[in-house]
Structures are given as C-alpha cells and as structure tokens.
C-alpha cells in the first residue's frame, strides 16, 4: 500500500437526464440573453474573476457520468461497468463498496476522487483509501492500494486514489474471472468537519497483450534534466477537473491561481516520450510564509498518481519542479517506484496544481500569476499489440486529433472551454437569433422540461449536483 502522507496525498458526476439537459440549456439561454442586454465585461469573466478570495471552482464531474450509491458491504454493492464514470457520496469514517465483474486476462483499474464541501475543515491526516478485492476480501495488488491524505496545507481540494487487479503477477491474487470488490473507505479525524463528501468513480479496462514481453521495468534511463523551455507565455486557464482539464502542448503557459484552488491541465505523452514540467508562482502583496503552499502533481491516463513538487511560499516568485520521469513504457509497470510504475501508459497526463486556501489570509485577496513549462521529449514509438481494445476506448492512445488539440488549448470532452461560448455567442449573432426569440425559445423548453421533470426518478433529481462540490447528493 502506497501512503501519501503530505500535500502531495490529494493527487489527485451528474447523469445527463433529460432534467438536467435541460438545466444545462436554461442556462446556455440565459446567457445569450443577458449578452444582448449586459455590457461587455459581464459576459465574459476570465478564469478566477467574480469569485470570493479563497473559493474554489466547483469540480466539473463527466457529464455522462451516473449515479450510484455505495453500500455498506460487498453483497448489496451496485456493479460499475468498464469505461464508466460514477457519481456516489462517502460519509465521515465510512467505507462503501462497489462491485466489479472482471474477466481472467484484462487489467482494471479504478480511481475515487473525494469532494470535500468549500470551506470544510480537513486535518493532515484526513482522507480516502481505495483498494480492490477478492470475494474473501484480500486486496489484489498491495502496490496499487493507495491512500490519499491533504497534508500540512490542510486545505480541502479534490483527493484521488486508486486501485488495480493486474494479471500475470501473482498466481494467487484475483487473477481468476469473478465478481470483485471496489472499496472507498474515508478516514477523517473527530474533530474534522462531518459533511458528506462526493465521490467521482472511475473504471478503465486495459486488454491483454497479444504476446507477452518483457517483465521487468528498465534499470536505466535518461534522468537528466533538459534544458530549460524558451518562448514567450501564452494564456491557458485551467480547468476545475480531470474531464474540463485545459490541453497543453510543449511551450511556456500562463494562467492565475487563487487561493484554496485547484486547477486542471492535460498533456498527450505517446509511448517512448519523457514528460517534464514545472509550475512558478509570481509575486503577491502581504507578508506571511507558508511552508507548504503551492502543489503540482501529475496523475496519468487512469488518474493514477505519478508524481509531485512543492514549495513553499513568501509573496515572493516560487517554483515547483517535476523530477525527471521515465520515458513511457508498457514494462514500467513492473516496479514499486511510483515515479516509474506510472508511467505505464501512453494517453492524456493530468497536471493539477493547487494553491494552500490559507494564503488568502497571508497575501492578496485577488488571483496570483502562475506560469507552467512542459517538455515533451523524444519521438513517439511503437505501442504494444494489445488483443482488443480499451475501456474507454482510445484512453492509451495519443492521436492527431489530441495533438492539435493540445496545440490550440482546448478542453476535455464534455468540459469547458472558455472559446465554447465565444463561438456560441458568434453562432447565435450569425444565425440572427434575437433576445426575444431566445426568451421564447427558452419558456417552450422549459415547459417540455417541467413536465418531464413531473415524471422522474430521484436519481434524476441527484444529476442536479453534478456540475459542483455542492451540496453533495443525499444519500
């Protein structure tokens, strides 16, 4: 069991009903309609405007993600599918289960990240632990047991662990077909806030391979530092999660941060290339210090904790580096290193970087600059002959497509992007759509809505949190 006991412990889900479609298109009509009658800042705010000192973003969960309670032991426990994304809730000192249906030649693995409420008070040692188990209840993988705590900043963000059944290793550890458990267990200490937290599930399926290679991770690789990224900083803002994550491609990155957030970025890393990166902190009036502020951490396809860096802070310029990580390879799997075992994959890398919530009560109350360089180096190599595809299908693949779409900065499927509703707005101007018959529009819509919402179920009722921390969903 892997234990991140320091700030690096955070490392790192609404249905889409027909109610909360609907919300979703209120809201888009709402803007459009406030466009033809607000002036121009009102609009469109930048990344961190208009928000309290100290107040995060909501986390924006998959969009297609579904509901599901968690139950109190493995026989009750509801079955998630290869490929999903699951919305659920955990209570203080609880553990919730869930069950997997796992063939005898596919790897699965499984990630929790727990949504503390704004302003919820978190201890160091406050957190979740995810594991994978058998019907006798033994764990799959010991190594890839993670518990995940908040550390010193004791600020609370989004918390990630996750777990694994991988075959091939260990002939006595779930490597049979058969029902299998997922366990979330939040661990928090008495006098820490009691609030539910959210939970957003993930389970990815990685195929076989056609042929077995090698089963030992490389003993040497280049772990030199490059030399440093050139070029002038262009704008990227963050996104609020693993699925609005803002793409990033090779270059220098600017962007603002405040305090108590914590933003999203993703990066494509084809089998054979080395990720580097690094995040700066600029200047901020005040005068405090804190010895654990600013922290970036990198989780790979299967949101899998790789590695961090931090630094503390003194309104004075910071920085936080990654060290040198290996170069991606089916065969790093093969090792207990974090750092190597990690990068196992080839697919989209997650960076997050979150500021302490109490620099707020130390420094400035608006957003402080922030600066991210990332290196990708070296060409892309072959990938292993898997036999079939993953679930989700293409999470280990790096394209064109996501290529291009790290050169422009876009967002993740399903995720904002703040050029979305600029094109929106143009598209809308274009198509000659007026305020009035937006307004018309939008009453029709929510009649239809209204008479829909009449009919449906309380998990429909639950997709109405799945665009924020909260409240979280009642259980």
């Given at each position: 069991m892997t234990i991140r006991g320091y700030d690096e412990g955070w490392r790192v889900m609404g249905r889409r009903t027909v109610w909360w479609r609907g919300r979703m298109v209120m809201t888009c009509l709402a803007a459009l309609c406030a466009s033809a009658v607000l002036p121009g800042p009102a609009q469109g705010q930048t990344h961190g405007q208009g928000r309290a000192a100290g107040t995060p973003d909501p986390y924006a969960f998959a969009e297609d993600a579904q509901l599901v309670e968690g139950a109190s032991n493995a026989t009750e426990a509801a079955q998630l599918a290869p490929g999903g994304t699951y919305q659920s809730s955990v209570q203080n000192n609880e553990k919730v289960y869930y069950r997997l249906r796992l063939d005898s030649v596919s790897n699965a693995y499984v990630s929790a990240t727990a949504l503390p409420r704004t302003g919820t008070k978190v201890a160091s040692s406050d957190g979740i632990k995810v594991s994978l188990q058998d019907p006798a209840g033994r764990s799959c993988f010991s190594g890839d047991a993670e518990e995940a705590r908040f550390g010193p900043t004791e600020s609370p963000?989004?918390?990630?662990?996750?777990?694994?059944?991988?075959?091939?290793?260990?002939?006595?550890?779930?490597?049979?077909?058969?029902?299998?458990?997922?366990?979330?267990?939040?661990?928090?200490?008495?006098?820490?806030?009691?609030?539910?937290?959210?939970?957003?599930?993930?389970?990815?399926?990685?195929?076989?391979?056609?042929?077995?290679?090698?089963?030992?991770?490389?003993?040497?690789?280049?772990?030199?530092?490059?030399?440093?990224?050139?070029?002038?900083?262009?704008?990227?803002?963050?996104?609020?999660?693993?699925?609005?994550?803002?793409?990033?491609?090779q270059g220098i990155w600017k962007d603002s941060i405040r305090a108590g957030q914590t933003l999203f970025y993703r990066i494509p890393v084809d089998w054979g290339q080395q990720l580097y990166a690094k995040a700066e902190l600029g200047a901020a009036d005040g005068d405090g210090f804190l010895g654990n502020a600013l922290v970036i951490s990198l989780h790979n396809p299967v949101r899998a904790f790789v590695d961090d860096a931090r630094t503390a802070y003194d309104g004075t310029p910071k920085s936080a580096?990654?060290?040198?990580?290996?170069?991606?390879?089916?065969?790093?799997?093969?090792?207990?290193?974090?750092?190597?075992?990690?990068?196992?994959?080839?697919?989209?890398?997650?960076?997050?970087?979150?500021?302490?919530?109490?620099?707020?009560?130390?420094?400035?109350?608006?957003?402080?600059?922030?600066?991210?360089?990332?290196?990708?180096?070296?060409?892309?190599?072959?990938?292993?002959?898997?036999?079939?595809?993953?679930?989700?299908?293409?999470?280990?693949?790096?394209?064109?497509?996501?290529?291009?779409?790290?050169?422009?900065?876009?967002?993740?499927?399903?995720?904002?992007?703040?050029?979305?509703?600029?094109?929106?707005?143009?598209?809308?101007?274009?198509?000659?759509?007026?305020?009035?018959?937006?307004?018309?529009?939008?009453?029709?819509?929510?009649?239809?809505?209204?008479?829909?919402?009449?009919?449906?179920?309380?998990?429909?009722?639950?997709?109405?949190?799945?665009?924020?921390?909260?409240?979280?969903?009642?259980?």
């Open positions: 963000r989004p918390l990630t662990a996750w777990a694994s059944r991988r075959v091939g290793l260990d002939e006595y550890a779930c490597q049979t077909a058969g029902t299998y458990s997922v366990v979330v267990e939040r661990t928090s200490r008495a006098d820490s806030s009691p609030d539910e937290w959210s939970l957003e599930l993930q389970y990815v399926s990685e195929p076989a391979l056609k042929k077995t290679g090698p089963t030992t991770a490389p003993e040497t690789w280049n772990s030199a530092s490059p030399e440093p990224v050139s070029g002038t900083a262009k704008p990227r803002r963050g996104g609020t999660s693993f699925n609005d994550a803002r793409a990033l491609d580096a990654l060290e040198p990580l290996p170069a991606v390879a089916y065969e790093n799997r093969y090792t207990l290193d974090d750092q190597v075992s990690g990068m196992r994959f080839a697919g989209w890398y997650y960076l997050a970087v979150h500021l302490g919530a109490e620099a707020a009560e130390k420094f400035s109350d608006g957003p402080i600059d922030l600066l991210l360089s990332v290196r990708v180096r070296g060409a892309a190599g072959a990938e292993p002959a898997y036999k079939g595809a993953a679930r989700p299908r293409g999470v280990f693949d790096v394209t064109e497509q996501d290529n291009e779409a790290a050169a422009s900065g876009a967002g993740a499927v399903g995720g904002r992007d703040g050029g979305d509703s600029d094109a929106t707005m143009k598209l809308v101007a274009a198509g000659g759509i007026g305020a009035g018959s937006v307004l018309v529009l939008g009453l029709g819509v929510w009649t239809v809505i209204a008479r829909r919402r009449a009919g449906g179920t309380a998990a429909m009722a639950g997709g109405a949190v799945a665009r924020g921390y909260e409240p979280p969903r009642a259980r």
